[in-house]
T-cell receptor, first 111, second 112 residues
């Protein structure tokens, strides 16, 4: 079945460091891919998405490119801030609109 | 205006009790979901409804029963609560095919 695998955390970075959170997926067909962010005590918010191969999703300085050949959707940001500290979830949705989430990666950014 | 709202935000109850969590979305979406997030933050789908009809029912104990009175509401009833039911439950909604899911703020259920 479909699934999403993302790197385990926590990831601890200093402010202004470069961030990469790896995400790979297994799917039949052509899923849509997403990154969601969950701040402490809150629900999940969509960070960015890509709906077809080679699409790049971007928002708030974060980027991820839909790579069909490597079945990946890695999240990157050039310079993280303390306010980026949160849990990040990679997800896919299949043709039945069923969402599969990775296990989440906690990011801690220190001043 | 809150797009997906669920109540209550916190729920503390004793083992064996029956409780309900309510969810409403004002986005006009046809599809609604319930997800369970465990203590390790892992999210697992429980149910999905499309226009009031059940379309996904994962391996969830029969004690959990969703009810959708209309396509804007999807409530979750839990009977005979157990300690292992303690988790954060998220409601979500989406439109079909490729669009994102919108999540509520979550209900933290604690069974004591």
């Amino acid at each position: 079945g479909d699934s999403v695998t993302q790197m385990e955390g926590p990831v601890t970075l200093s402010e202004e460091a470069f961030l990469t959170i790896n995400c790979t997926y297994t799917a039949t067909g052509y899923p849509s891919l997403f990154w969601y962010v969950q701040y402490p005590g809150e629900g999940l918010q969509l960070l960015l998405k890509a709906t077809k191969a080679d699409d790049k999703g971007s928002n708030k300085g974060f980027e991820a490119t839909y790579r069909k050949e490597t079945t990946s959707f890695h999240l990157e940001k050039g310079s993280v801030q303390v306010s980026d500290s949160a849990v990040y979830f990679c997800a896919l949705s299949d043709i039945f609109n069923k969402f599969y989430f990775g296990s989440g990666t906690k990011l801690n950014v220190k001043p | 205006d809150t797009a997906v709202s669920q109540t209550p935000k916190y729920l503390v109850t004793q083992m064996g009790n029956d409780k309900s969590i309510k969810c409403e979305q004002n986005l006009g979406h046809d599809t609604m979901y319930w997800y369970k997030q465990d203590s390790k933050k892992f999210l697992k789908i429980m149910f999905s409804y499309n226009n009031k009809e059940l379309i996904i029912n994962e391996t969830v104990p029969n004690r959990f029963s969703p009810k959708s009175p209309d396509k804007a509401h999807l409530n979750l009833h839990i009977n005979s609560l157990e300690l292992g039911d303690s988790a954060v439950y998220f409601c979500a909604s989406s439109e079909p095919l490729t669009t994102e899911a919108f999540f509520g703020q979550g209900t933290r259920l604690t069974v004591v």
